[in-house]
DNA sequence: CGCTTCAGTGAACAGTCGTACACTGTTCAG
DNA sequence: CTGAACAGTGTACGACTGTTCACTGAAGCG
């Protein structure tokens, strides 16, 4: 073999290589006015070849959104660890928003653009785990309002603005100039608003008294 | 002439129409992925014929912000009119915004779904409105807590909240079941939780404190 | 070692695309 | 009434698309 590869490695470095390629022509487009060739070509294979790792440019976007939701809850991992070490957790939560973000853009930009984009099952994919996120939160609510007895609707509607909320601090942070230079200013900025709407926002649960 | 209608009225119709049609094409798809022929070929004209209106689908897209803009304008003023005959803010907003996306959910549709989309002129120009909406509604939340001298960072952080809070609503309203049979439960269960948040926060605001 | 498997190749297909160009026939101003 | 303006037509072009098919050659198995 020429490197020190299987060839199901070969495969799967080929496989990833289509999934790079695609997350990276999506930065200035959307899904569906790609083409299949057009990937294929940046990849370095012929259109054919596509074909042995996936069986349309429609499934390689379903595939996508699994793995850009693999960087997703790892994000969410991080934040409630982040909680026990940090002490606040707002801060905590926030400030590791901000490093995925940073770290990976392309997954979110893919995730954000497409979330509302032309392809109905890659939409339906990410609404899917967007609402578990959601769930989950209200979970992690319920924790923190135990005693309160919040009904599991009010939890879920308060879930649902914080997560509108950080989503709109993700979307402010990947239209920031791509030049890291001048960045870091608004990075902070950004992430400052994001902070103080959740504490907002728990303000408010503070005075919360629900009235159905 | 043909009808009762000038050269000019004529050219202004079919001009109206490939912007409808583009609007209703977009439904499904991306505007990028949205060809100048099928546009024409829609609106029952000759592709070549495209350009006695528009010189390239990027700037059709373009103009159809402006079109669609001035709905989302219509609907603040109305939003203002309302706070003044409802009494309840925050109820009457809430209903204008039910109202409008129920009249014009295609153009709702092209708003969201390109606010983030492929081409960025469109993009653009969308955000740039968003952002004005935005300041309006600082200013707004400037009178309402007047005599407690928030900063103005704060009153845009809180009206972005907002902002956010209802575009995550009208969103919610859009993915529905487009046929309206069963559809009323679930539109009012989602205004009632845009509405519940919206009161959430001016409830945060009441007990806030900046700290910088 | 020989045989099979299979990632990737290359040519060919029927379509669609954006755009150029010369045109037609109605509208409208002078 | 005459001529210009101009919305819309029809044809033609080269470029690109998704998908088909028969193929090659190295990897991996018995």
Redesign the interface.
């Known amino acids: 073999m020429a490197d020190g590869q299987s060839r199901a490695e070969r495969k799967e470095a080929t496989r990833q290589r289509l999934l790079d390629v695609t997350l990276r022509l999506i930065a200035?487009?959307?899904?569906?006015?790609i083409s299949l060739r057009e990937v294929a070509r940046t990849a370095g294979i012929v259109p054919t070849a596509f074909y042995r790792h996936f069986e349309s440019m429609d499934q390689l976007g379903v595939e996508l959104v699994d793995d850009c939701m693999r960087s997703l809850r790892q994000m969410i991992r991080d934040a409630r660890r982040g909680v026990a070490s940090h002490g606040d957790i707002i801060e905590g939560t926030i400030e590791v928003l901000g490093r995925q973000v940073r770290e990976h853009p392309d997954q979110f930009r893919f995730l954000?653009?497409e979330?509302?984009?032309?392809v109905?099952q890659v939409r339906r994919a990410i609404?899917t785990e967007l609402t578990l996120f959601t769930s989950e939160l209200a979970v992690d609510l319920a924790r923190l309002t135990a005693g309160f007895d919040w009904s599991s609707e009010?939890l879920e509607?308060?879930a649902?603005?914080m997560v509108?909320?950080m989503?709109?601090a993700i979307?402010d942070l990947l239209?920031l100039d791509p030049k890291p230079a001048r960045r870091r200013p608004d990075e902070q900025a950004i992430l400052n608003?994001g902070a103080?709407?959740l504490r907002?926002?728990?303000?408010?649960?503070?005075?919360?008294r629900s009235k159905d």
């Open positions: 200035n487009r959307s899904l569906d006015s954000v653009r979330r509302y984009g032309g109905r609404d009010d509607m308060t649902d603005l509108a909320a989503l709109k979307i239209e608003r103080k709407q907002l926002i728990a303000l408010g649960m503070g005075e919360w």
